[in-house]
């Protein structure tokens, strides 16, 4: 994709506002189909009515294995998977493979987008190419309407209510510029545009999905471990045909069977047990400085005290004698983990220290890395594969570290035996 690449501080897009690109990128739009040839004839003809220059527009329909094929123009690409479950991962990963464009959008059949849609969703991803971008999927009664309504003019009374839980969100949000660890909610798969490159970076949608809803939420969380800046986009409307579904009565066992699923993928706090060692963990504790058994104990065990949910990585660290914790382990931590912390010199952890709300700060805004120190060094380093990753990308510079004294936050352990029995009974 030519045209300047711009690196945006943080999560900061505003920086952005008005700008436009001097060369607009090839759009590929993916559109995901499955028996609904009434909504798919009247999303392609959206498509061919967009303000967006038409010969750098390629459509590509792929079919979740309908009965019959569904009619397509000549120049539009068409794309078959055999009828093997409900798998809108697999359907949106073949379509980009399908797909030439530098820039993708993906779109679901029921969703007939606005003139301006291309135009307005692609504009910060054609900008900054780790931008992932969100529109605004608004809900009407489309059937009762011609096929080539004016999408921007419909009556009111075909109009059902937006889910107000989305609408707050982009609100207390400011359209996700102050984005978190848990804004993946709000990225909604049938309004999605990021580039092509920053896409196959993701590794796409996870094919493991073969039931309705959390692909988008699971690539979404990892479009944000991977550094994506992320954006609601209120003018790129496509309209919904029919009410949210959402908002439809489900089964509470079901809807607990789905949570359950999702902590696998999303292991952070709020999408996971506040305590209880599951599958996946959400912060992985590298000790990378010697120290003796009776130092590791006692710097072990302070920081899980804050962090039940954590591994602990002894690296070139002894097991420790009489200690049977599934969550401390040998060896070097995985890369995949969301927080990461890394211990400089063996560390008493405070009781009232904030290491969890450290962790959540690092990669929120524009918070980088977090250093606890004492006049001779780092104690520990606070950081998540999101600084990493946006870092390897664009350069230190794209966040800000903080240090804080390590004061009433936690203590060298300088000592080679500092006393067990004064540390188990909190005495000092």
Do not use: K
Request: glycine content about 8%; overall charge negative.
């Amino acid at each position: 994709m030519s045209g300047r690449r711009h690196m945006i501080l943080g999560n900061d897009w505003s920086a952005l506002d008005g700008v436009w690109p001097s060369e607009r990128p090839r759009v590929s739009v993916v559109v995901a189909h499955y028996e609904q040839p009434d909504d798919l004839r009247r999303t392609l003809l959206a498509l061919r009515a967009q303000t967006y220059p038409r010969d750098l527009v390629e459509i590509v329909v792929v079919d979740d294995g309908s009965a019959d094929a569904p009619d397509v123009p000549e120049d539009v690409v068409l794309v078959r998977q055999a009828d093997e479950g409900f798998r809108l991962a697999a359907a949106r990963n073949r379509g980009a493979e399908a797909a030439t464009g530098d820039v993708l959008c993906f779109l679901d059949a029921d969703c007939a987008p606005e003139p301006r849609y291309l135009e307005e969703l692609t504009r910060l991803p054609a900008l900054a190419p780790d931008a992932v971008t969100v529109g605004r999927r608004r809900h009407a009664d489309l059937s009762a309407l011609p096929d080539d309504a004016a999408l921007d003019r419909l009556p009111a009374h075909v109009l059902f209510e937006d889910p107000s839980w989305l609408a707050n969100a982009y609100e207390r949000s400011g359209g996700l510029l102050r984005a978190d660890a848990r804004s993946y909610r709000y990225l909604i798969g049938a309004v999605l545009c990021c580039t092509a490159e920053f896409f196959r970076e993701t590794g796409g949608f996870d094919e493991s999905f073969t039931e309705y809803g959390g692909e988008d939420w699971d690539w979404a969380w990892r479009c944000w471990t991977r550094g994506a800046v992320l954006a609601h986009v209120p003018t790129a409307v496509a309209w919904h045909n029919g009410p949210d579904a959402g908002g439809r009565d489900r089964d509470p066992a079901e809807v607990n069977r789905e949570t359950r699923r999702m902590e696998r993928y999303i292991p952070i706090g709020g999408s996971r047990p506040h305590a209880l060692v599951t599958a996946a963990s959400d912060v992985a504790v590298t000790i990378a400085a010697p120290m003796t058994a009776t130092q590791a104990l006692i710097t072990i065990d302070s920081i899980l005290r804050h962090l039940p949910t954590a591994r602990v990585h002894l690296g070139d660290i002894a097991p420790l004698d009489g200690v049977d914790d599934p969550r401390v382990r040998a060896g070097l931590a995985p890369a995949d983990v969301p927080y990461r912390v890394d211990v400089l010199a063996p560390v008493r952890v405070d009781t009232g220290a904030p290491l969890r709300a450290f962790l959540e700060d690092v990669g929120t805004g524009a918070d980088g890395a977090v250093h606890i120190a004492d006049d001779d060094g780092d104690l520990l380093v606070l950081t998540s594969s999101r600084v990493l990753t946006r870092r390897a990308r664009w350069g230190d510079d794209v966040f800000t570290d903080r240090t804080h004294r390590a004061a009433g936050l936690a203590r060298r352990l300088g000592s080679p035996e500092p006393s067990l029995a004064a540390y188990y009974g909190d005495w000092d």
